[in-house]
T-cell receptor
């Protein structure tokens, strides 16, 4: 079974600075998808960024980018120019490319933005 | 906003009761997945429905059951509620045709079992 580990329960960053959230995963599969979701206090899980394992190029979405290291099974999220609205729980998730589409989530990292 | 809606937003039940939670998927999405998120934890997969059939189930007992309707909306039913069932219940929709690997979540239903 696949597992996802987020080793940083809490992180904080000064507004306008850069922060990196860590995620590692364990799988024997070669084809899969990885995601970062954001969950603000409103509870709704919002997709931040996704990465296909077969792509070597790291995904980027505006201020959000990932460092995907397939051999190391590492998938970190970098947030540049942090804004107050970035404060939330961030979850890393894994989805196999085979079978049903279930997501396996990590335990989350709470990100605080310091004004 | 993802276009995925859930009702009710909050619910309080007592042990032994039964509850039904509802989810309307995003337009064009035929797959609905349900997750349970205990306080301070990541979501755990309950089950998934694709075109009205169950398409995978997580490690949850049979008293957790579901349905998907022809319009692809879905229900999660929990019988014989236990205190540990208190959690945020999330549904997510997706479509194999349009970036099906990505699931879009609703706002969740907060269930409290007393």
């Amino acid at each position: 079974a696949q597992t996802v580990t987020q080793s940083q329960p809490e992180m904080s960053v000064q507004e306008a600075e850069t922060v990196t959230l860590s995620c590692t995963y364990d799988t024997s599969e070669s084809d899969y998808y990885l995601f970062w979701y954001k969950q603000p206090p409103s509870r709704q899980m919002i997709l931040v960024i996704r990465q296909e394992a077969y792509k070597q190029q790291n995904a980027t979405e505006n201020r959000f980018s990932v460092n995907f290291q397939k051999a190391a099974k590492s998938f970190s999220l970098k947030i540049s120019d942090s804004q107050l609205g970035d404060a939330a729980m961030y979850f890393c998730a894994y989805r196999s490319a085979q079978g049903n589409e279930k997501l396996t989530f990590g335990t989350g990292t709470r990100l605080t933005i310091i004004p | 906003e993802t276009g995925v809606t859930q009702s009710p937003t909050h619910l309080i039940k007592t042990r032994g009761q039964q509850v039904t939670l509802r989810c309307s998927s995003q337009s064009g999405h035929n797959t609905v997945s349900w997750y349970q998120q205990a306080l301070g934890q990541g979501p755990q997969f309950i089950f998934q429905y694709y075109r009205e059939e169950e398409n995978g189930r997580g490690n949850f007992p049979p008293r957790f059951s579901g349905l998907q309707f022809p319009n692809y909306s879905s229900e999660l039913n929990v019988n014989a509620l236990e205190l540990d069932d208190s959690a945020l219940y999330l549904c997510a929709s997706s479509s194999p045709r349009a970036g099906g690997e990505t699931q879009y979540f609703g706002p969740g239903t907060r269930l409290l079992v007393l």
